[in-house]
């Protein structure tokens, strides 16, 4: 990852309704500084061979606690603790475009 800006593809139901399955996304790294709300693509302390995308809860022992908008699932920070980010998502751009600011969007 050596360009600022990369793709991602969502893999499994837990940021639904916001983020599906397939969807593709372009994520920065570096940039502004992360807050609480920002979508990020991130590894949990326990877990360096996740690669997840989650929502940014609270910033937390040098660290950030992530949820995914899907409360069924609990393969967020609820399981693993705390997690560094690798990037924040800017966008997504398939299937269908939008901006991600702020849940619920």
């Not at 940039?31 to 940014?56: M, N, Q, S, Y």
Request: charged share 30%.
């Amino acid at each position: 990852m050596r360009w600022p800006l990369y793709p991602v593809i969502v893999r499994g139901p837990s940021m639904a309704p916001t983020l599906r399955h397939d969807d593709m996304l372009l994520v920065r790294r570096g940039g502004r500084a992360i807050r609480p709300g920002d979508v990020v693509v991130a590894r949990f302390r326990t877990r360096p061979d996740l690669l997840v995308v989650k929502r940014v809860e609270a910033a937390r022992d040098g660290g950030w606690w992530l949820r995914g908008d899907n409360d069924l699932v609990t393969d967020d920070s609820r399981a693993y603790g705390v997690a560094d980010a690798v990037g924040r998502v800017l966008c997504r751009y398939w299937p269908r475009p939008r901006l991600l600011r702020g849940k619920g969007v």
